[in-house]
């Protein structure tokens, strides 16, 4: 019969961001929401027939964006797609990417058409999706979806309270990673000052400094100088104090021969 040469093309799942339930002039509508140039998935499926078929593999897809309108007309250039057929030809999975936003065309909603045909047969067929809303970043998706869900809880929307958390949350993690840079900065070794030290002053000749060191002496109080000494003797090291036993032995006057010998 004619009916039975007649193939069908069954619209098995349509698996998008975010779908929407709806009721609109009293119709049950389901909307789903995508994003420009990001891939959803349309699977299809050819119910076998003894008396004729169309198969995935044999026959030639074609694919259209259309206005969800009482006029379905094509978007030019509106989508591009790939098919994966299922071994056996009559499944495939449809990966389509929209190119057009919604806003950019009066707020539309579209459709895609989906053609099966056999030019030597010349059989076909073809299916429609469920309405779709283009929109151009992943974040619109997201905030549908607050909404959608402040509308459903009867509370109000949580699209701007979403967002501003969302935003702050992303300030709160820089700031994090800034101070986990500093510390990181403060653990490491500090970096050696090239600036070569001051060197240090070379002792005077001995000569000199006996001599500064009687000058100094005289400069003192004849009843001042034990006192003096012996606190200047007790601030010393012990090899310092050594030094000084060996300078007072050394300049014992001992007589030797007529002279004087240090």
């Known amino acids: 019969s004619l009916f039975a040469m007649t193939p069908t093309l069954l619209l098995e799942s349509q698996v998008s961001p975010l779908v929407e339930c709806k009721v609109e002039n009293g119709e049950p509508v389901t909307l789903h929401y995508v994003v420009k140039r990001t891939p959803f998935f349309l699977t299809y499926t050819v119910p076998a027939s003894q008396e004729a078929s169309l198969d ?16 379905m007309e094509e978007v030019e250039s509106g ?33 895609v058409e989906t053609t099966l045909f056999d030019a030597a047969s010349g059989l ?29 809880t009867g509370t109000k929307p949580a699209t701007k309270k979403r967002v501003r958390s969302e935003e702050l949350l992303e300030s ?42 009687l000058r ?13 000494l012996r ?19 050394c300049t014992i006057p001992s007589y030797y021969n007529g002279g004087l010998l240090f």
């Open 172 to 213: 709160l993690q820089a700031i994090l990673k800034n101070q986990s840079k500093q510390l990181a900065l403060l653990k490491r070794p500090r970096s050696v000052d090239s600036t070569p030290a001051p060197a240090a002053q070379s002792p005077l000749p001995l000569e000199v400094a006996v001599k500064e060191l």
């Open 56 to 71: 995935f593999f044999n026959a030639a897809l074609k694919c259209r964006l259309l206005y969800n309108r009482s006029k």
């Open 79 to 111: 989508l591009t797609f790939t098919a994966r057929p299922a071994p056996g030809g009559l499944t495939c999975v449809m990966d389509i990417k929209v190119n057009v936003l919604s806003s950019q065309l009066q707020h539309s909603s579209f459709l």
């Open 231 to 249: 606190r200047i003797f007790a601030s010393t090291s012990y090899s310092q104090q050594h030094d000084l036993e060996q300078i007072g032995c």
């Open 216 to 228: 100094s002496y005289s400069a003192v109080d004849p009843n001042e100088r034990p006192t003096k």
């Open 124 to 152: 076909s067929a073809t299916s429609v999706s469920n309405p779709i809303i283009c929109v151009s970043k992943q974040q619109q998706i997201r905030n549908q979806k607050a909404t959608i869900s402040g509308t459903v």
